[in-house]
């Protein structure tokens, strides 16, 4: 069964950063992709970083500069290193990756972490 696992989510002052792992389990390959999304209070949900395993990266305007994604292929795990955090970056952050087995391909999602930056 596969699982994707956000973590590190938590509350932190403006300024500060945070390091968001997205750990996945239950693959027989690695992972093609994987996209970072977040969901703040009363907003649709946004995708924030993007990281194909070729080195392709992607980040909304909103965070270049501030927000970096990194992979770990051999672990199928993810890294988005968050900083010079901003109140509007509060939000639920969601990990979502791309996984082809064959002819066949799938997204999965994670269950969310909150990040919360007080202003």
């Known amino acids: 069964q596969v699982q994707v696992m956000e973590s590190g989510g938590g509350l932190v002052s403006p300024g500060g950063s945070l390091r968001l792992s997205c750990d996945v389990s239950?693959?027989?390959?690695?992972?093609?992709?994987m996209t970072w999304y977040r969901q703040g209070p009363g907003s649709q949900r946004e995708s924030v970083a993007f990281?194909?395993?070729?080195?392709?990266?992607n980040y909304a305007d909103s965070v270049k500069g501030r927000f970096t994604l990194s992979l770990d292929n051999a672990k199928n795990t993810g890294y988005l290193q968050m900083n010079s955090l901003k109140p509007e970056d509060t939000a639920v952050y969601y990990c979502?990756?791309?996984?082809?087995?064959?002819?066949?391909?799938?997204?999965?999602w994670g269950q969310g972490t909150q990040v919360t930056v007080p202003s």
């Open positions: 990281i194909h395993v070729d080195g392709e990266q």
């Open positions: 239950g693959l027989i390959h690695s992972i093609n992709s």
């Open positions: 979502n990756v791309d996984y082809c087995s064959g002819p066949a391909c799938y997204d999965y």
